[in-house]
């Protein structure tokens, strides 16, 4: 029990994560390999140091830590990826827009639910709700195709 607070803190770092695997075959398949060979030894580098500066504040400290650097190397790799693709950041954030809106708000409404919420279970499963609720609201208002195309593979 006296792990779910530092679960919570870590289980943000699997968004990130599943993003960062997202670079390896975009590296591979532009013949950049070593450049991703330089982008994995600079990301355990940069996990390393925040180990190391983060330690003396317990696994709290630690998993901030953690989550701070996944995402830093998480948006560095999707900038390096962009580049790569040649593709300029601002389409991809016209093309992502709800996506990124919806992550924001269901952030801000995860860490809320599971500050506020009494039960951890109670807390997951109206964390999961909200998540899937404001995820589509933004796809909606955001890019009306997006959920269209997600119901009919639903349906």
């Known amino acids: 029990v006296a792990m ?30 070593k450049l991703q060979l330089v982008f994995g030894i600079l990301r355990q580098i940069v996990i ?10 317990g696994l709290a400290g ?16 999707t900038l390096l990826t962009l ?4 593709v300029p950041i601002v389409h991809f954030i016209k093309y992502n827009q709800s996506v990124l809106v919806g992550l924001a708000i269901v952030s801000i409404v ?8 009494p039960s951890e279970y109670l807390s997951g499963l109206a964390i999961s709700v909200v998540s899937i609720s404001i995820y589509l ?10 959920i269209l195309a997600l119901t009919r593979k639903v349906l």
Do not use: Q, W
């Open 4 to 33: 779910i607070p530092v679960l919570k803190i870590i289980s943000i770092v699997g968004i990130f994560r599943a993003v960062g695997v997202l670079f390896g075959p975009v590296f591979i398949i532009r013949n950049k390999t």
């Open 48 to 57: 390393a140091v925040i180990l190391l500066i983060t330690a003396e504040y």
């Open 62 to 77: 630690i998993s901030y830590g953690m989550v701070f650097g996944v995402f830093l190397m998480s948006f560095i790799g």
């Open 83 to 86: 580049k790569i693709l040649e």
């Open 110 to 117: 995860s860490m809320y639910l599971s500050h506020t919420l």
């Open 137 to 146: 609201i933004a796809c909606f208002l955001l890019d009306k195709k997006e």
